[in-house]
């Protein structure tokens, strides 16, 4: 099946700094989801984005399927954004049937 | 947010009893998954639903059936709880299969004694 990395595995950064988080696979997708799990353990949509950039606020992604990798990049971190990042993707997995794979995940601590 | 609701949402049972999970939704999307999510190895499915009555199974399926009498309802059932399956499972919706975009269920934390 197809393999979903992240990187890095944890980050700590200051708040106010930036970071990117990438996540590279290994096969053409049909889509590519971002989210971030609170410390609560809920599971936040941030971005659909199977190709192209999209922005939402200190957020945003960027997706180059043709070269099977995508990023998300964190602007002015702040303590809320602490938790974890996941990377899934869709792969068809045939008899008109879909998977959604997710990475293993960025843990991302903001510090004060 | 999308409105997906889980029941319980913790539990602690003992080896050998059966545990039933429930997913409600009011979004009427077709598409429900079940997922559980283990320390290092993220989020797996385990099975799927794309209609009333119609199930699929997905990568850790063993030990799990699945039913959907109606389109806002599905149940995830263990038919004879192991330590193995203490886990964090969450359900999932979706509009469409391939291209739709999943949202995510508050998740249930399932302790097997």
């Known amino acids: 099946g197809i393999q979903v990395e992240q990187s890095p595995p944890d980050l700590i950064l200051q708040e106010g700094a930036n970071s990117t988080l990438r996540c590279n696979f290994s096969?053409?997708?049909?889509?590519l989801q971002w989210f971030h799990q609170n410390p609560w353990g809920q599971l936040i949509n941030l971005f659909y984005i199977p190709s192209g950039t999209k922005q939402n606020g200190r957020l945003s992604a960027t997706t180059v399927a043709t070269e099977r990798y995508s990023l998300l990049y964190i602007s002015s971190s702040q303590t809320t954004d602490s938790g974890v990042y996941f990377c899934?993707?869709?792969?068809?997995?045939?008899?008109?049937?879909?998977?959604?794979?997710f990475g293993k995940g960025t843990k991302l601590s903001v510090i004060p | 947010d999308a409105g997906i609701t889980q029941s319980p949402r913790h539990k602690v049972t003992e080896t050998g009893t059966p545990v039933t999970l429930r997913c409600h939704q009011t979004?009427?999307?077709?598409?429900m998954y079940w997922y559980r999510q283990d320390p290092g190895h993220g989020l797996r499915l385990i099975h799927y639903?794309?209609?009333?009555?119609?199930?699929d199974k997905g990568e850790v399926s063993d030990g799990y059936s699945v039913s959907r009498s109606k389109t806002e309802d599905f149940l995830l059932t263990l038919e004879s709880a192991t330590s193995s399956q203490t886990s964090v499972y969450f359900c999932a919706i979706s509009e469409r299969p391939g291209d739709g975009e999943q949202f995510f269920g508050p998740g249930t934390r399932l302790t097997v004694l």
């Open positions: 899934a993707v869709v792969t068809y997995s045939g008899a008109g049937s879909y998977q959604l794979t």
């Open positions: 639903s794309y209609g009333v009555k119609d199930t």
């Open positions: 979004e009427n999307h077709r598409y």
């Open positions: 096969d053409s997708v049909n889509n």
